[in-house]
Structure formats: C-alpha cells, structure tokens
C-alpha cells in the first residue's frame, strides 16, 4: 500500500475532552482531516471478482472541524475502487461546492435560497452518464469517477428547486424521479428527467405548509409522498442550526400520484403523526394497494435533536377506502435501509439496514440486520464489540442474479485501531464470516449514504 497525500489525524483545533463536544464533533463521527489516495490496500478474505467498479459513500466532514448540526458539514467523498480480486485504491475527497471553496453564503439578502451553494454532503448517485453528489437544500454537484468535483449542475438550466438527496432510478424506464421541499412556497415540487439525464417534468404539489420531507418512493405506477409534522420553524433557522421541529399540530399524510399526473391527481391520506426519513421500498400488491415499507420514528425533534428510535413497519395504502393500516415488522431499532435497487417500485422480499440500539441519541450498535419480509424473520450479523457498521450497500452478483444474490459492502470503524474497514459480507450468507475485509488507511467518519458504480459492461 502506498499513500500519496495527507494523514488520518483529526484537525488541528479540535480541542480535547471530546465530551464537551456535541456527538457530531467526537469519536469516529468527527471529521478527518487529510484526503488521502492509497492503491493496492490489504485485504483478507477474498475479494469477488464479479466486484468491477467504486464503492463511493458521502458523508458531512466540516472543513473547519466546527459545524453546528450533524447535517450541514461540508460533504466528503470516500472512495473504493475493486477490480480483479483487489482493491486498487482508496480515495476520500470533499466536494467543493461553492460553500466549501468560496465560502458562498446559501441565502442571499433578501432570504431567498442560492440554490448553488450547497454542502453535497448526502448521498452519490449516477445517472445518465453523471456522478452526482446531494444535498436536499441546493443543486447536484457533479464529481467524476475519481471523486474530483466537476461543478454545480443543473439540468442545463431546465432545474428551478433543490433537488433531494434520494432520487429515484426507476428500473423498467430509467427515469430519474426526485423531488425539492422548501421553507418557501412552493413547499414540494415534483421532477423526471428522461433516460438520457434531461428534465422532462416539474410539477408543483400542493401542500399546506413547509415540511422536512427527506425521502419518497415510487411503484411501477405512482409516486409517493411523505408529508410528515416536522416543520420549518424561522427562530431555528435564525439561530443557525437545522430550522425544524416537531408539531403535534400538522398532521401527517401520505401523497399518491400516479406517474405522470400532477398535482390535481394526488390522493392524500392521513397516517398516525411519525417521522420518515427513509422508506425501504414500495410497491403496488395485487389488489392495487401500494405497500410502503418506511423505518418509522414515533416522533422526531421535540426537543432538540434527540428522541425514541426508529423501526421498520409497513404501511398498506388502500386507494378505493382511503385508508392507511400500519404495522411494526421487527422490534429492533434500526436506520439507513437499503434493498435490491433492481426491485425498487416492484415487490421485494429482502431489505437490510443499521442496527441502532441506542437510537437517536447518536451512540452506534455493531450490527447489521437483514429482513426477509416474505417469511417475517430477521437476523443481526454482529461485527464485535467496538467494530460499528454504516449502511449496507446491496449489490447484485450480476445482472441476471436473484434477489439477495451478491454482496452487502459497509464501512466498518474499528474503535480499538480508530481506523475503518470495507467490510463485504455475501448477502446471502449474511450471519456468516465476511467474505473480504479491506483495510483503509485512514479512518472513514460515519456518514450517510452510498452506492456502487460498476465498471461499463
Ligand atoms: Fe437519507
């Protein structure tokens, strides 16, 4: 292994004890200071060979080492990239936005959002020949497969919102399906852009007021919409920090739109007051009910930033009653599902998530947790004591591969060397001993999300 650039130290000014700092600043959760390239990093195990392409995770790593909440530090990149049986290197790289090089305000004097300023610190996702970082508040940034950043892009000018950081990439069409929320209005809007990456529809959803709204889903034949009771609220956001909060007044709903229709076709329906941030999947069953598979919070930010965890239930969307029924699907408290993106709209049997016992006070578990929502059974893949996972990548062993054939790739922080790893697990023999674990050279922060871009076949 070698190392080009930098070090894993934390920065300079980040002053001890780290229990005086917020959870976002300490432990594997504060930022790294360096970017590092390594090639040809160690591994045991053995590293499958149908693995040809990038591993890439996004995550918040202030420059500064200071940011006020756990979701505005300016993006980082970590990168691996896997080829015949090795890994070749391993690259993190912030995404310089305009707010990390220039120092570019997000708001301009009169209160409206810059939408080119942003912090890409969310998630990575490709489409139409395009990396894209995100962040929910601003435009894509879009990188190369290096991770070196290329620019704001805005569907050649087509693209007038935000745009989230989970899109959807619908598998039968090739459509990018994504949404914006705002504090102003229009508080929702709805895009689809084509297979070839250019922006076909915007649609304005009418809702009566300016929601948190972090995630949706789509089915084969509708779109999704999660308006939950986390709200803007104009004293937060006066005071820097993330400006929503619960309200025990809003309501909470759900959207469904079928694809194509606009805001004049969306049936809302009311679901119990709860906390979305991410579903697992959804799909419409043989009666025309769309099932939505969501990791529900009782409540979120009430006070403060903390509160109870969160569980994977589903929601049966009967369109012709109007009713939405609930139930919990496992006791264990988890987040960052993700699932066979092959499937996404159509019916899944398997899902896998983050293991988080403590809930949403922030101190990490060290499992793993599978589903098998045909069946109803779970099972945790344990890492060890101080060895703590981050969301579980599915990726399938091959195009023509079943469901749940292929490999779950996470990051794994390994308190005891204050270093990570890439973990790959056989999804399949998911309880089972790592297939390869592929040691980092510098401890990777815990962060949010990613995704695998494979080699062109
Ligand atoms: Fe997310």
Not at 24 to 46: C, K, M, Q, S
Not at 77 to 106: I, K, M, S
Not at 161 to 178: D, N, V, W
């Amino acid at each position: 292994m070698s190392i080009a650039a930098g070090s894993s130290a934390r920065p300079a000014g980040t002053p001890p004890p780290e229990a005086s700092l917020p959870f976002h600043l300490r432990g594997n959760y504060a930022p790294v200071a360096a970017e590092v390239t390594a090639f040809d990093l160690p591994a045991e195990g053995i590293i499958p060979r149908g693995l040809r392409g990038r591993y890439v995770r996004n995550g918040p790593n202030p420059k500064t080492g200071q940011s006020p909440h756990w979701f505005v530090g300016d993006g980082m990149l970590h990168g691996v990239e896997l080829r015949d049986g090795r890994a070749v290197w391993y690259r993190n790289r912030w995404v310089r936005t305009r707010a990390f090089a220039e120092d570019a305000p997000p708001f301009r004097p009169d209160w409206t959002r810059d939408l080119t300023v942003g912090r890409a610190n969310t998630h990575v996702v490709a489409h139409a020949g395009r990396i894209l970082a995100l962040v929910e508040t601003s435009f894509p940034t879009e990188v190369t497969p290096e991770l070196e950043t290329v620019g704001c892009f805005d569907f050649g000018g087509r693209l007038a919102t935000g745009m989230t950081a989970h899109p959807k990439i619908c598998p039968r069409t090739g459509e990018l399906h994504f949404f914006a929320y705002s504090y102003m209005p229009p508080f929702l809007t709805y895009h689809r852009a084509d297979a070839g990456g250019r922006l076909v529809q915007s649609e304005v959803i009418e809702v009566p007021g300016p929601t948190m709204i972090h995630d949706f889903a789509i089915t084969d034949g509708h779109v999704v919409f999660m308006d939950l009771p986390v709200v803007f609220d104009l004293e937060l956001a006066m005071a820097g920090t993330m400006p929503y909060r619960w309200s025990d007044e809003y309501g909470a709903r759900v959207g469904t739109m079928p694809r194509g229709g606009t805001s004049a076709d969306v049936r809302w329906v009311e679901v119990a007051p709860c906390y979305v941030f991410h579903p697992l999947n959804a799909y419409e069953d043989e009666h025309g009910a769309i099932v939505l598979d969501v990791v529900r919070y009782p409540e979120l930010w009430r006070a403060g930033f903390s509160g109870p965890p969160a569980r994977l239930h589903r929601w049966h969307i009967d369109l012709a009653a109007g009713r939405v029924s609930e139930n919990a699907l496992d006791d264990r408290a988890v987040e960052f599902p993700r699932f066979d993106e092959r499937r996404l709209g159509m019916r899944h049997r398997y899902g896998y998530a983050v293991h988080t016992p403590h809930g949403a006070d922030h101190s990490t578990g060290t499992a793993l947790v599978k589903y098998d929502l045909r069946d109803g059974v779970s099972a945790a893949h344990d890492f060890g004591a101080g060895r703590v996972p981050a969301e579980p990548l599915f990726v399938p062993a091959s195009s023509s591969a079943a469901e749940d054939e292929g490999w779950l790739l996470t990051y794994v922080y390994d308190a005891a060397r204050d270093g990570s790893d890439l973990v790959i697990l056989d999804a399949a023999d998911f309880t089972g001993k790592p297939v390869a674990t592929i040691a980092l050279p510098q401890r990777v922060p815990f962060g949010f999300h990613g995704n695998w871009f494979p080699d062109p076949a």
